[in-house]
């Protein structure tokens, strides 16, 4: 069976720091990677997603970038946090319509 | 870009009530999806529908996939306390990302 995970589930960093979270997806190929960030009690924004390695879409432009250096690992990235960043981070995986959701990363940016 | 609008936003309702929420497009959709997200948590598909008109049960959950496939809808029977929390439908309008609803928050008073 396909499981997705996400680390870390809860992250408190600075201003101006770098951020780094990776999620992975194991029981499936070339699988739909999907970042997704969700401000307290809305909706969910789509921010990247990959239909193969390298091959990133950028829905919004902002302070991140999104990576896929293997087929079932994405990797959202920022040089320089804002406070502006501070949300709930969603990763999550496709093959066909229906998307699986990792555990989420809960970033706060201090 | 899409958007759905999902409604209500909220409800507060007794344990065993029945609930209804649902959503609407200005745009047709090929796929229908319904996702619950508890606190804290990735949100979780619970129905997923792919044929106009189609009527689908998840034991006390119903969706249907509406006949001018601009809308879809999810009915909750007989509601108990872990019933509660963030319920999103998603459609698919063709081979892109799913488009989310922003969301009915689901209170369930014992």
């Known amino acids: 069976s396909q499981t997705i995970h996400q680390w870390p589930a809860t992250l408190v960093q600075p201003v101006g720091s770098p951020l780094s979270l990776e999620c992975t997806v194991e029981?499936?190929?070339?699988?739909?990677l999907y970042w997704y960030r969700q401000a307290a009690g809305r909706g969910l924004q789509l921010l990247f997603y990959?239909?193969?390695?390298?091959?990133i879409s950028s829905e919004v432009p902002q302070n991140l970038s999104a990576s896929r250096p293997q087929d079932r690992q994405f990797i959202l990235s920022s040089k320089k946090l804002l406070l502006s960043d501070s949300g709930f981070y969603l990763c999550?995986?496709?093959?066909?319509?229906?998307?699986?959701f990792g555990q989420g990363t809960r970033l706060t940016v201090v | 870009g899409q958007q759905l609008n999902q409604s209500p936003q909220s409800m507060f309702i007794q344990e065993g009530e029945d609930v209804s929420m649902n959503c609407t497009s200005s745009?047709?959709?090929?796929?229908w999806l319904w996702y619950k997200q508890d606190p804290g948590e990735g949100p979780v598909l619970l129905i997923a529908?792919?044929?106009?008109?189609e009527l689908t049960s998840n034991g006390r959950l119903t969706a249907q996939f509406g006949i001018t496939r601009k809308d879809s809808f999810l009915n909750i029977s007989a509601s108990i306390p872990s019933d509660v929390g963030i319920y999103f439908c998603?459609?698919?309008?063709?081979?892109?990302?799913?488009?989310f609803g922003k969301g009915t928050r689901l209170s369930v008073i014992a």
């Open positions: 999550a995986w496709s093959v066909g319509s229906e998307a699986f």
């Open positions: 029981g499936t190929s070339n699988p739909n």
């Open positions: 990959s239909i193969g390695i390298d091959q």
């Open positions: 745009s047709i959709f090929n796929t």
């Open positions: 529908l792919y044929k106009a008109g």
């Open positions: 998603a459609g698919q309008p063709g081979n892109t990302p799913l488009v």
